[in-house]
Nanobody, 125 residues
Framework: QLQASGGGLVQAGGSLRLSCAAS????????MGWFRQTPGKEREFVAV????????YYADSVKGRFTISRDNAKNTVYLQMNSLKPEDTAVYYC????????????????????WGQGTLVTVSS
C-alpha cells in the first residue's frame, strides 16, 4: 500500500514536499514515480526514480523545479516541488513499478503496478 501526503494550498512561487510512504511490503527494489491529474485530463507523468536512487527522469514541465528522492530505509519516496506555478495544480499520485530500472516505459502510467490514493496540490496565482 502506498500513502501519499503533503499536498495543500500554496501561493505561486512557493514550495511543497510530497511524501509517499509504503506499507505492507518493501518497495526498495521498485522504481517509484509521481504522476498528476487534473479533471478531464489524462494522468500525466511528473518524475520517477530508480530502485537505487541513481537514476531519475522528469517531465520537461517540472525539470529544474522538482526533485524526486527516496529513502529505502524508510520505504518512502519524496517529491520536492519548488517555484510552483498555478499550472502545477493537480492531484498527485505516487506509484511503484516492480521493474526497478528506468527506461522509456517509465513515463507510462500503465507500467506501474501499485498506486497511492493521491494528494491535492493547489497553487494560487
Amino acid at each position: 500500500q502506498l500513502q501519499a501526503s503533503g499536498g495543500g494550498l500554496v501561493q505561486a512561487g512557493g514550495s511543497l514536499r510530497l511524501s509517499c510512504a509504503a506499507s505492507g511490503r518493501t518497495f526498495s527494489s521498485y522504481a517509484m514515480g509521481w504522476f498528476r491529474q487534473t479533471p478531464g485530463k489524462e494522468r500525466e507523468f511528473v518524475a520517477v526514480i530508480s530502485w537505487s536512487g541513481g537514476s531519475t527522469y522528469y517531465a520537461d514541465s517540472v525539470k529544474g523545479r522538482f526533485t524526486i528522492s527516496r529513502d529505502n530505509a524508510k520505504n518512502t519516496v519524496y517529491l520536492q516541488m519548488n517555484s510552483l506555478k498555478p499550472e502545477d495544480t493537480a492531484v498527485y499520485y505516487c506509484a511503484a513499478d516492480n521493474y526497478g530500472v528506468l527506461g522509456s516505459s517509465s513515463y507510462n502510467q500503465w507500467e506501474y503496478d501499485y498506486w497511492g490514493q493521491g494528494t491535492l496540490v493547489t497553487v494560487s496565482s
